[in-house]
């Protein structure tokens, strides 16, 4: 990537290559060269590579997979011992968690509440980085760096303000849409300051950027406005960013903690990790349906991981390293 | 260039067309811009608009640098939230560091189930913190997984790890030093994949082993790597606030032991709906991480990570 044309976020940019052209092997030092008498001391190599990666494997997946054994276990099993497997196997820690500690309906909540941002994210993002990447307007530059900079702005200096806009400003404007009576501390609010993001903006752009000029000007010769380019050109070539973006999206909210633990008050909307934490902080010591919880937050991530892991990467340098 | 043609048309003065494509241009970038307005740039203002009153559920009197002066005196601020968060980063930064540089330089080889051992290491960064908090809160509790590992191997430690004063903070460490590693080996393994062949080819024709390779050419090579994963992680490690508001429940407790910075925040604006005082640690810790990027920056220039 050349580095005149793109903003200063090169992690962005490799993560981005990352993904869009696939693994590189080059620089592998595990590769045989071709000198003589190395052959041997690679193969040593690559069998203490092996166990190393092996074990560091299974220690990384015990934490899951203790929580899956225990999530099918008896309360009194989990009190009785340490045993690898359920001494009686049993499915009461997943009905508890859903039908007790309503699980179920905060699944719904976080499908609704990550589903909203996602397709919101894909919608605006996918038409603003079509502009920023090829329409050209005075102020293009300028205000695509006004958007990478929000990336500078922590969320922790917007709670307070946001929360305050939420609660004052926001349910006035809206009386002028025809909306009355509404109110922003709750799962409205959460999805409102998520609606878009400079990471899918940047995505998309980039993305777009790629995508050879021909088939646009066959589409302008036929005589295609901007939004019908945009819709049957650019937006089938984009998919594999898309992907990315929506990926990146759902993960991310599907997981949040920070502004769900501070606008979601009523209990009926509840995420699965809100309700986690709640769960958490009611019965420290009810493991089967606290485990099933948790199985149930990992799962939905974990499959997209399995069917679409190359488009995880994208989220690496968006979201930086959080803890 | 696209812009410079662009210019060059625009000197000829603006056609029909020219400006029909402006007006898309800012037609599709309005809700996305209005949007960014609204919840990012404003709010930076707002905030610190917001730190000069005594506001608490309502907007009080104008205090000026009263808040500051406040939190200036504020010992829980500094003796716990402040001293935790920089505990942590100080020793979680370079764990994860260590742990992801290791991972990743052991999956950069060629071999079989690459991409399997990737996904393996990389798929605790993914799950849900809370998932994870209650997992390993589980695993650390006093009858825990781990307890009973250690009784096998003849360390007896009866109290769960989280709610132990001494022990809270550094199993927290422990916990995101293993999370976080996953997302520091993508990183790295960027970097690593950025080193040319022909350094590995140069250094295996003068005879180095793996371990002296490692240290002599991949790992000084790797410097810009280093950086821009060191500030990523100091700025992700300054604002850590989900573990500690799990683990320690939101009062960050056994006795502030893992009160962070974030949590802090959390507490006095939304616990005690101190609006003001919560706008204030807001601005103080943006300060912070802005100051850390800006040094990052002035010393080491454009954070790269290959």
Known sequence: MSSGEHPPIAPLAAAEELVLEGETAKGAPGATYGIPGRERGDRIRTAIAYAVMFLVAVLFAIPFLWSVSTSFRTLADTLAGFSLLPRHWTTSGYHEAFHTFSFGRYTLNSAIIAGAITLSNLVLASLGGYAFARLRFPGREALFMLVLGTLMIPDQLRLVPIYLMLVNWIPGWVVHLGWHDASFINRDGVILIQLVSATSLFLMRQYFLTIPRDLEEAAKLDGAGYFKTYRKVMLPLAGPALAAVGILMFQGTWNALFWPAILLQDKNQFTIPIGIANFHFAYTTLWPPLMAASVLAILPVLLLFVLFQRYFVAGVAAVGVKG | ?306
């Open chain 2, 1 to 306: 260039m696209a812009v410079a043609v662009g210019k060059r048309r625009q000197a000829r003065g603006m056609t029909n067309e020219r400006l029909r494509e402006a007006l898309v241009g800012y037609g599709f970038i309005a809700l996305p811009m209005a949007f960014f307005l609204l919840f990012f740039i404003f709010p930076v203002g707002y905030a610190i608009y917001i730190s000069r009153y005594d506001w608490q559920i309502f907007k009080g009197p104008f205090v000026g640098w009263g808040n500051y002066r406040t939190l200036y005196h504020d010992s829980v601020f500094w003796h716990h939230a402040v001293r935790n968060t920089l505990v942590y980063t100080a020793f979680v930064v370079p764990l994860e560091m260590a742990l992801g540089l290791a991972l990743a330089v052991v999956v950069n080889q060629s071999i079989r189930f690459r991409t399997f051992f990737r996904a393996a290491f990389y798929f605790p960064s993914l799950a849900a913190s809370a998932a994870i908090a209650s997992i390993a809160t589980y695993i650390l509790a006093s009858d825990g997984l781990f307890n009973t590992i250690l009784h096998h191997l003849g360390y007896h430690h009866t109290n769960a790890w989280f709610s132990q004063q001494s022990t809270a903070l550094p199993s927290i460490i422990g916990l995101n030093a293993w999370t976080t590693s996953g997302t520091v080996m993508l990183f790295y393994l960027a970097a690593l994949q950025a080193i040319p062949v022909d350094v590995y080819e140069a250094a295996a024709i003068d005879g180095a082993g793996a371990w002296r390779t490692f240290w002599k050419v991949t790992f000084p090579l790797l410097k810009p790597g280093h950086f821009f994963v060191a500030v990523v992680s100091v700025i992700g490690a300054l604002q850590m606030f989900d573990q500690a508001f799990l683990i320690g429940t939101p009062s960050g407790g056994p006795n502030y032991s893992t009160m962070t910075m974030v949590l802090y925040l959390y507490n006095q604006a939304i616990g005690s709906i101190k609006f003001g005082y919560g706008a204030t640690i807001g601005v103080v810790l943006f300060v912070f991480i802005f100051t850390v990027t800006l040094i990052q920056r002035l010393l080491f220039g454009r954070p790269e990570v290959a």
